[in-house]
DNA sequence: CATAAAAACTTAACATCGTTAAATTAACAT
DNA sequence: ATGTTAATTTAACGATGTTAAGTTTTTATG
């Protein structure tokens, strides 16, 4: 008869063992660069083991990405309760920008990569949950700017206002990890160019009177 | 005593014969997704034969990379010659993220894959020669908006503005070529996305009466 | 307690990759 | 003709992700 030597408790016990290693590494040095057998030593199994809880390498590093979502979100969380929307949105903006530059192969993992077909109903988060998805955070904030009135009069959709805020600091911080040691550019401080940005799309987007 | 089989000519030859071949396979499926076997196939050569040009893949895509950066500034430069500057720096953005877009590829490589340290001494091309340096295209057409006066007056280092706008532009692009099958996100239309950077970008940094 | 079944896990092995060493071919100077 | 040497190829190495085949461990039942 069919006995059962694991529980379902024990299973994602060895599950979350593994995507701590392998996340502990990937943090130094990147996912190309860690090995399965790597990863496999570090808890003291093997290599194959890693495939009885994950179908492949890139099912692991999805695996990573949602914690790391979920990282994020929490990391941002706190920037919902500043009460004015405006701060709100820079205070939020501000800390995504260094999530990304603190945890630069994390980031590059989770927004520089193309991964094969990314759908929510695969993910163990849950889509617009304040608690586990960034995204929606940013989409809450920004609607509320919107809401409160403050943008100018002739940009009537929140969500792409959302998703040109995004591309902006996305696009700063997406620079430096690529390219902080290119030495055709003579790059300017990583917080001047933030803070230019914010600067330039706040002013930008904004009624001028709130500048 | 020496004899010389292959004139320096021939050498030159079979170097951009191969970086041919390597450019269009990387252009459909990306480097990583390329072998060196196959390019060597693909020329009638055997994959040893490209290691007598380049010390490895690495340098093999940094040439190619070399060559794509040669067309960027080649695709760019007609833009130049736009009389108004401002419409100058509209125009030349928009053409920077068409080339983007149509070849994700090589702007994943050129843009979006770091690279063991990047010097302008070990490459062909020139720094600061507007004929095969975008970036030298993007600072001189942005200093001359500067010196136009036509930004803010708080804004007074035009280079930390020509790499804002890079940011900018650049988020734009590569969220869309890492993120456009994500389906977290509800995608505004890609060129509705560059559109609105853009105004931000000129509302948020150029005095109030030239919006 | 003994044993059969099946889960958990490991060892071996495979195909493929980038790369290097050894072997082979071909072209020139003498 | 022949030896020297560049050009090229074939063989091979070590590493990687992954799969197949074995081994150990656990537990329900006789």
Same mark, same amino acid.
């Given at each position: 008869?069919?006995?059962?030597?694991?529980?379902?408790?024990?299973?994602?016990?060895? #599950?979350? $063992?593994?995507?701590?290693? /392998?996340?502990?590494? *990937?943090?130094?040095?990147? +996912?190309?660069?860690?090995? &399965?057998?790597?990863?496999?030593?570090?808890?003291?199994?093997?290599?194959?083991?890693?495939?009885?809880?994950?179908?492949?390498?890139?099912?692991?590093?999805?695996?990573?990405?949602?914690?790391?979502?979920?990282?994020?979100?929490?990391?941002?969380?706190?920037?919902?309760?500043?009460?004015?929307?405006?701060? #709100?949105? $820079?205070?939020?903006?501000? /800390?995504?920008?260094? *999530?990304?530059?603190?945890? +630069?192969?994390?980031?590059? &993992?989770?927004?520089?990569?193309?991964?094969?077909?990314?759908?929510?109903?695969?993910?163990?988060?849950?889509?617009?949950?304040?608690?586990?998805?960034?995204?929606?955070?940013?989409?809450?904030?920004?609607?509320?700017?919107?809401?409160?009135?403050?943008?100018?009069?002739?940009?009537?959709?929140?969500?792409?206002?959302?998703?040109?805020?995004?591309?902006?600091?996305?696009?700063?911080?997406?620079?430096?990890?690529?390219?902080?040691?290119?030495?055709?550019?003579?790059?300017?401080?990583?917080?001047?160019?933030?803070?230019?940005?914010?600067?330039?799309?706040?002013?930008?987007?904004?009624?001028?009177?709130?500048?």
């Amino acid at each position: 008869m069919p006995p059962k030597p694991k529980t379902q408790l024990e299973r994602q016990q060895l #599950r979350t $063992l593994i995507i701590d290693a /392998a996340r502990d590494l *990937f943090v130094s040095r990147g +996912p190309e660069a860690v090995t &399965m057998r790597e990863i496999a030593k570090r808890i003291g199994y093997s290599a194959t083991s890693i495939y009885l809880h994950f179908a492949d390498k890139e099912a692991l590093i999805r695996a990573i990405c949602d914690t790391d979502f979920l990282a994020l979100a929490n990391a941002l969380k706190s920037n919902l309760s500043i009460s004015d929307p405006v701060e #709100r949105m $820079l205070a939020f903006g501000w /800390a995504y920008a260094q *999530f990304g530059l603190n945890y +630069p192969n994390h980031y590059r &993992m989770m927004f520089m990569t193309e991964h094969p077909l990314s759908d929510p109903k695969l993910s163990a988060l849950q889509q617009n949950n304040a608690e586990q998805d960034a995204y929606f955070q940013l989409k809450t904030i920004v609607n509320d700017v919107y809401l409160a009135g403050k943008f100018k009069p002739d940009l009537t959709d929140p969500e792409l206002i959302a998703q040109t805020i995004w591309a902006g600091m996305h696009g700063v911080c997406a620079l430096q990890i690529s390219m902080a040691n290119d030495m055709w550019v003579n790059w300017r401080d990583i917080e001047a160019r933030l803070q230019m940005m914010q600067l330039a799309l706040v002013r930008g987007m904004l009624k001028e009177s709130l500048e």
